[in-house]
């Protein structure tokens, strides 16, 4: 699911989206990372500090959470009343002159 910037533009693909909210939702396995490259690292913090930056609330589980029931949906229900809290930036207004 792509997230987007106020403007349209994509900032990248999450795993997850909780429908109606800021939530978004990161599963983090250690195939992504196996190779030590430290640029892998850097775009997946610079990617989450822009979907930050949005407003966006991220959530990050791992494998082992979504083996552990309710592991994984009590890391999410703890996120959204963070969403709540901080409602997303305006959306941009693509209309010339204002």
């Known amino acids: ?51 930050r930056a949005e407003g966006k609330v991220v959530v990050r589980v791992t494998w082992a959470d979504l083996e552990t029931p309710g592991r994984a949906s009590a890391k999410v229900q703890r996120a959204l009343p963070r969403a709540l809290e901080s409602p997303s930036p305006p959306e941009h207004d693509p209309s010339p002159g204002k």
């Open 1 to 51: 699911m792509n997230v987007c910037r106020r403007d349209g533009s994509v900032i990248g693909r999450a795993d997850f989206i909780v429908e109606d909210t800021d939530v978004v939702v990161e599963v983090d396995g250690r195939v992504k990372y196996a190779t030590g490259d430290p640029g892998v690292l850097w775009a997946e913090k610079r990617r989450e500090d822009d979907m």
